[in-house]
């Protein structure tokens, strides 16, 4: 099996099927990194997107006389293509990635406005703000009810930095565990906030 310096300098001088083969390595990679956002109103699928593209420059712009591997490389052009579309989002410059939100956006103190991001408000008025800000206060007290204690613990402890292996120790459950928690959250927010 070629490594991924040598596919990315085939691919550089133009073999067929290098640059597919390192997209198609690295693809779970992406979904994994996708899986830290959701588009409110989209789909995940369109995050998965933007980390392709991500991917795909890292692929192009790679130099392995730089002192990172390729993979390290590609996991930062990754999350800055993702994190680049939802701030070009957040500019109304493409609609479907206008209420894009992180769940790293999320905190587990009890200051409700850290809790949801502000930036979920577009273009309102102080008066709709105040409305607005009693409308999230209610949201993440739904939302918190819907959560399990298991579920609010991983969140707390991912929001906090932690990696799956602490939270993994942390909690004593599996990675496979956490990571079903974390889509559940997801799932819930994104139910939540269509009801918004």
């Known amino acids: 099996m070629l490594t991924d310096e040598e596919l990315i300098s085939q691919a550089k001088s133009g073999k067929l099927?290098?640059?597919?083969?390192?997209?198609e390595r690295y693809k779970d990679?992406?979904?994994?990194?996708?899986?830290?956002?959701?588009?409110?109103g989209g789909e995940m699928e369109d995050i998965v997107q933007e980390g392709m593209i991500g991917l795909y420059k890292a692929i192009k712009r790679?130099?392995?006389?730089?002192?990172?591997?390729?993979?390290?490389?590609a996991i930062t052009c990754i999350k800055h293509q993702i994190q680049t579309a939802i701030k070009r989002a957040?500019?109304?410059?493409?609609?479907?990635?206008s209420n894009s939100v992180s769940l790293q956006s999320f905190s587990d103190n009890s200051d409700e406005e850290d809790f949801l991001p502000v930036s979920l408000i577009f273009q309102v008025s102080?008066?709709?703000?105040?409305?607005?800000?009693?409308?999230?206060?209610?949201?993440?007290?739904?939302?918190?009810?819907?959560?399990?204690?298991?579920e609010l613990k991983v969140l707390?402890?991912?929001?906090?930095?932690?990696?799956?292996?602490?939270?993994?120790?942390?909690?004593?459950?599996t990675n496979k565990s956490i990571d079903n928690s974390l889509s559940r959250?997801?799932?819930k927010l994104k139910e939540k906030l269509h009801t918004y």
């Open 156 to 173: 707390a402890l991912y929001l906090k930095g932690y990696s799956y292996k602490e939270i993994s120790k942390i909690l004593n459950i």
């Open 90 to 97: 957040n500019t109304k410059k493409n609609a479907p990635l």
């Open 126 to 150: 102080p008066d709709e703000k105040v409305i607005d800000k009693e409308e999230y206060s209610r949201l993440v007290e739904q939302l918190k009810k819907s959560l399990s204690e298991k």
């Open 29 to 40: 990679l992406v979904v994994k990194i996708a899986r830290s956002y959701f588009i409110v």
């Open 185 to 187: 959250i997801k799932a």
């Open 17 to 23: 099927g290098a640059e597919s083969t390192l997209l």
């Open 62 to 73: 790679y130099d392995d006389k730089k002192n990172a591997s390729f993979k390290t490389f």
